[in-house]
């Protein structure tokens, strides 16, 4: 009796163990599920907040230093000495005029059409400005110096070590790119701006090329639409090349009308590109400046007839000048100053706002060009770029 009473003890206390024991395996996993589901949930919503590319990019652009105030004494021509580039000499390895940027604005203020002082410095864009429209596989593909001489197309560049790359080339193109996003904002407080630089149109979000490591177009006018509230932006591009990257990062957008201007017997060639383009006007080459003329006036009506745009950025490359080895086209430096000027006209009598950049166009003689044309658009009483007494 007393050995039953026994091992009934023992199988009662042996019951009452695993029933402990079962208890806390199932409280365990109960409680094991209950952190896990509660550290997914967190994981997923920073997830989620940190991986919508619409959300992260809105809130890049509103933390951006790029949109600073510009003080009435500065006119709104925006250039730095940092867009320059120089390289220990091999920049002349280039067929490019690499300090056109300079020069234009050494022959404004020459010319006392522009007070040094009252140029406007840009600041340079960082890292998460350029991942408002970049990825970050971009970005990094940057930091081989192999990859940034495919994209400016000088070979020796990939012999020196990235640091030096990043300072000497690609600094001065992140300093561009400032210029053109903030180009778009003075341009609205003040109907026009001109970056002296800029105009990387060939390269996309993912990919750089013909000299252009950096899509400022695309994110001066993303910039525009969330800071500047503008919905309709017209890109006018008239460099002698496709702006195939603007095209292949915007070309989709209803926002966006693109109306380009090109050769199309010479680079990029990117067929696919061309399908965004809303008003394509091939002019091929050796084409004449009074037949350039004669299509940029039909071209210029159709784009206005077409889209009422609420701010225009114009691409003004000057590799159409006759001569140029790149642009094959036949155009004078009368002829691109006549261009410049209808544009700046078209704009500027609906009350559009309008940004210049000087893209493409890197013989010694652009310079010159590009300084004459902005000359002329002063004396037409398009811009203005001569301080009154009263705002200095
Ligand atoms: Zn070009």
Redesign the pocket.
Known sequence: MKDIQTVSTSWTDLTRDSAVYLLFTFSAIKVSQFIYTCFQSSEMSSFSMETHPEALRRERILSSKLYFNVPESKVSIIYSSAYDISFMGIEKLHPFDSTKWRRVCKFLVSDGFLEEKSIVEPLEASNSDLLVVHSLNYLNSLKSSATVARITEVPPVALFPNFLVQQKVLRPFRKQVGGTILAAKLAVERGWAINVGGGFHHCTAERGG?FCAFADISLCIHFAFLRLSISRVMIIDL???QGNGHETDLGDDSRVYILDMYNPEIYPYDYSARRFIDQKVEVMSGTSTDEYLRKLDKALEVAFRNFQPELVVYNA?T?ILDGDP??LLKISPDGITSRDEKVFRCAREREIPVVMLT???YMKSNARVIADSIENLSRQGLINTQLDSTST
């Open positions: 013909g460099d002698a090349h490359g590799d790149l642009g893209s493409g166009g």
